[in-house]
C-alpha cells in the first residue's frame, strides 16, 4: 500500500521561458493524469534525480553538501 504524500507546501512561482510545444505537453498530460500541472512539472523535474551521470557530477563539485542536503540525495552520493 502506498501512502499518500502531503503537497509541497515550499512551492513558489517562478519566471521561466518555455516553448509551446512544452507547455502542450504539460497541459495535456496534466489533462489527461487529473493532476495539476504544477504537479506535472515538479514530478517530472523530480524524476532527474534518477540521472547517475547528474548525480555525479553534483557528487564531484566543490562544497556539495549543501546541495545534496536541498535535493535529498544523501542516500545516491558516494561518502566522502
Not at 510545444?21 to 493524469?33: L, P, Q
Request: no cysteine; net charge negative; hydrophobic share 40%.
Amino acid at each position: 500500500m502506498k501512502f499518500i504524500k502531503p503537497k509541497n507546501l515550499n512551492a513558489e512561482n517562478v519566471d521561466w521561458l518555455v516553448s509551446e510545444r512544452a507547455r502542450t505537453i504539460v497541459k495535456s498530460y496534466a489533462e489527461y493524469s487529473e493532476h495539476t500541472e504544477s504537479e506535472i512539472v515538479n514530478q517530472f523535474l523530480l524524476n532527474l534525480l534518477d540521472d547517475k551521470d547528474f548525480i555525479d557530477w553534483i557528487d564531484n563539485k566543490r562544497n556539495n553538501r549543501r546541495l545534496i542536503q536541498q535535493l535529498g540525495i544523501e542516500d545516491k552520493v558516494v561518502a566522502k
